[in-house]
């Protein structure tokens, strides 16, 4: 389903049981660090972002719902949910972003895409952090009554019109292994939303930063306490010159005086 052609609805729904496996290694990493980034994007007083969360899609048997690795609904206020109920919130997850595994490659992109066309979310994005089980590491599909249409890339990032951002996989290596990651970018900027470990490691450079300066201030405040010590040094031994040469003088004046004195008595 991810060939560029557009993604039919059909009448009957695939089952899925409300629970599901829960997300775990680079698939559990991956949507983990979506859900951060979005939700620090995302204003969550007036917008949900969340991950593993069912959204059910038969009011008449809560049990079959759906579990997107991670959606964003706009408009809704993040709370905390046992499960999603589009008809009780007031609208489907406008976006909805499913993490390929070698268990779940297959169905995210059919039964799970035909789901979403039925309750109506207005795009889904399948990210493939390994490479090996799309024909695409990302792609992206927008809701159409006919069915989903792929959405177009730029280049090599992705408009989500609903989220705002930009999408593009980005390459990196771990243990030799070539993976890739999903990056959100502002367009406006063209600068991309940090990941919690950028943020980590640019605060860590911060504090860092922070605590060299503290210490070049420290070593120039005992520097400068330093020289103060050495100038008092030099005042008391120019005050202890004086008395010196005071004495000097008093002993000087003494012995004319004392001159004088013999003189006289002559």
């Known amino acids: 389903m991810t060939d560029g052609k557009a993604i039919a609805p059909t009448r009957e729904l695939p089952y899925f049981a409300e629970w599901e496996e829960p997300l775990s290694g680079l698939q559990g990493r991956e949507s983990k660090q979506v859900e951060d980034v979005l939700r620090r994007h995302f204003d969550l007083g007036a917008n949900e972002a969340t991950r593993e969360e069912p ?5 008449r048997d809560l049990r079959h719902a759906i579990t997107p690795d991670v959606f964003v609904v706009l408009g809704v206020p993040s709370r905390i949910r046992e499960r999603y109920l589009p008809w009780t919130e007031g609208k489907p997850p406008d976006w909805a972003l499913e993490v390929a595994s070698s268990s779940t490659a297959e169905r995210d992109r059919t039964d799970k895409l035909t789901v979403y066309h039925a309750l109506g979310v207005r795009e889904v994005f399948l990210f493939d952090p390994t490479g090996e089980f799309h024909p ?14 792929p959405i177009e890339p730029e280049g090599e990032r ?5 989220l705002g951002l ?6 990196y290596r771990e243990d030799k292994v070539l993976y890739y990651r ?7 900027t063209g600068e991309r939303l940090p990941t919690t470990e950028e943020i980590a490691k640019s605060t860590r ?10 210490r070049q ?7 400068k306490d330093q020289a103060l010590r050495q100038k008092d040094q030099a005042l008391v031994q120019n005050a202890q010159a004086l008395r010196q040469k005071d004495q000097a003088l008093a002993e000087k004046e003494r012995l004319i005086q004392d001159l ?3 003189l006289g008595e002559v």
């Open 205 to 214: 450079e911060a504090l860092e930063e922070n605590a060299q300066a503290l």
């Open 260 to 262: 004088r004195r013999k």
């Open 182 to 188: 999903l990056r959100f970018v502002d367009p406006t």
């Open 55 to 59: 959204v059910c899609y038969d009011r």
């Open 217 to 223: 201030k420290d070593q120039a405040l005992r520097q």
């Open 136 to 149: 695409q590491v990302l792609a992206g599909y927008s809701w159409a009554p006919e069915g989903y249409q």
């Open 158 to 162: 992705f408009s989500s019109e609903k």
């Open 166 to 171: 930009l999408l593009e996989a980005e390459s």
